[in-house]
């Protein structure tokens, strides 16, 4: 993975549907500037919709073999982490390299943790024992685990991943910035400035260096309109999704040209984003690919260190 990585979503069209369309769209990604696909989660969403992170990365590391993928993000709390080690552990024997595993508490929709038997109000440390289990099990060797929330005794994966899987960890809060410093490889901001980003950044670096020497993976995950309308698109996306009106997420939600959106992730990237995941909305899907595609070369040839 190249160290800035700028990624659009792994949309439905890549997923189902006409398989020759999907394989066009595929190689449109694959023959442009992009670096990487990301993938949402949820099991059901406000009104039952839902995608497996898991197994979208698995049928898009299929489709494009060599493109990363990175899930963004995946709600652990919500699978026991004995089956998502071993389904990492097969992600790694297919795609060796290519998964980046985001992961994050959800919360957007209370109901979606109570009908899979978790207690919203307790997703952070559930998820906190969640990492910390599969974190170990990630090793191949035996592991044994005791909360309130699962139990198990001598679970092992084999083979564990090689190369390592990196793990992202989402959140704005100070409880996602400790749990980053504590299990993560890196954080994946969203709805921050840059200015939180940066400091955020500084807090888990100086938090975890104080043990361990590490090479950390940031990133910021945002929306984006592309195009004629643009703000339009965007908007009606974000509010389609999140229910709530677009004023509340427009300040860090760019829309227009490619050198804009390039121009206002570039502080970003200033305070330590190399993973940018960019869920563009537009006329069409082939018109946010092209835009993505032309952000990407912007903030390459910006910063051609990086």
């Known amino acids: 993975m190249k160290r800035l990585s700028i990624g659009i979503t792994g949309s439905d069209d890549l997923l189902k549907g006409d398989f020759k369309a999907?394989?066009?769209?595929?190689?449109?990604?694959?023959?442009?500037?992009?670096n990487h696909l990301f993938v949402a989660d949820h099991i059901s969403f406000h009104t039952g919709l839902g995608m497996d992170a898991l197994i979208n990365s698995a049928t898009l590391a299929a489709i494009m073999p060599q493109m990363t993928i990175?899930?963004?993000?995946?709600?652990l709390a919500l699978?026991?982490?004995?089956?998502?080690?071993r389904q990492l552990s097969s992600l790694s024997v297919s795609a060796p390299g290519r998964?980046?595993?985001?992961?994050?508490?959800?919360?957007?929709?209370?109901?979606?943790?109570?009908?899979?038997g978790v207690d919203p109000s307790k997703r952070?440390?559930?998820?906190?024992?969640?990492?910390?289990?599969?974190?170990?099990?990630?090793?191949?060797?035996?592991?044994?685990?005791?909360?309130?929330?699962?139990?198990?005794?001598?679970?092992?994966?084999?083979?564990?991943?090689?190369?390592?899987?990196?793990?992202?960890?989402g959140g704005r809060s100070k409880a996602a910035i400790r749990r980053t410093a504590k299990f993560g490889d890196g954080w994946l901001g969203v709805w921050v400035s840059p200015d939180r980003f940066r400091n955020c950044v500084s807090t888990i670096e100086e938090t975890r260096t104080k043990s361990e020497n590490k090479t950390w993976i940031h990133g910021i995950q945002l929306w984006a309109g592309v195009g004629k309308d643009a703000r339009t698109h965007v908007a009606r996306g974000m509010?389609?999704?999140?229910?709530?009106?677009?004023?509340?997420f427009e300040r860090y939600?760019?829309?227009?040209?490619?050198?804009?959106?390039?121009?206002?992730?570039?502080?970003?990237?200033?305070?330590g984003a190399r993973i940018i995941n960019i869920e563009a909305r537009g006329n069409s899907k082939?018109?946010?690919?092209?835009?993505?595609?032309?952000?990407?070369?912007?903030?390459?040839?910006?910063?051609?260190e990086i």
């Not at 990175?70 to 709600?75: D, E, F, K």
């Not at 699978?79 to 080690?85: D, I, L, M, Q, S």
């Not at 040209?257 to 970003?268: K, Q, T």
Request: proline content about 7%.
């Open 124 to 169: 952070g440390n559930h998820t906190n024992h969640s990492l910390e289990a599969l974190r170990k099990l990630m090793t191949g060797e035996k592991v044994s685990h005791n909360s309130d929330f699962f139990n198990f005794s001598k679970a092992q994966i084999r083979p564990p991943p090689k190369p390592e899987i990196p793990i992202l960890i």
């Open 253 to 271: 939600s760019p829309y227009g040209s490619a050198e804009r959106i390039g121009d206002f992730l570039s502080p970003y990237i200033e305070a």
């Open 99 to 116: 998964i980046v595993f985001g992961i994050g508490i959800g919360g957007e929709d209370r109901h979606e943790m109570e009908i899979c």
């Open 70 to 75: 990175v899930t963004g993000v995946y709600l």
């Open 79 to 85: 699978r026991h982490p004995v089956v998502v080690a």
């Open 22 to 34: 999907r394989t066009l769209l595929a190689d449109r990604i694959s023959n442009s500037d992009i």
């Open 286 to 304: 082939e018109e946010s690919i092209d835009i993505v595609s032309e952000v990407s070369s912007i903030l390459h040839q910006r910063y051609p």
């Open 239 to 248: 509010e389609d999704i999140y229910k709530v009106p677009f004023e509340k």
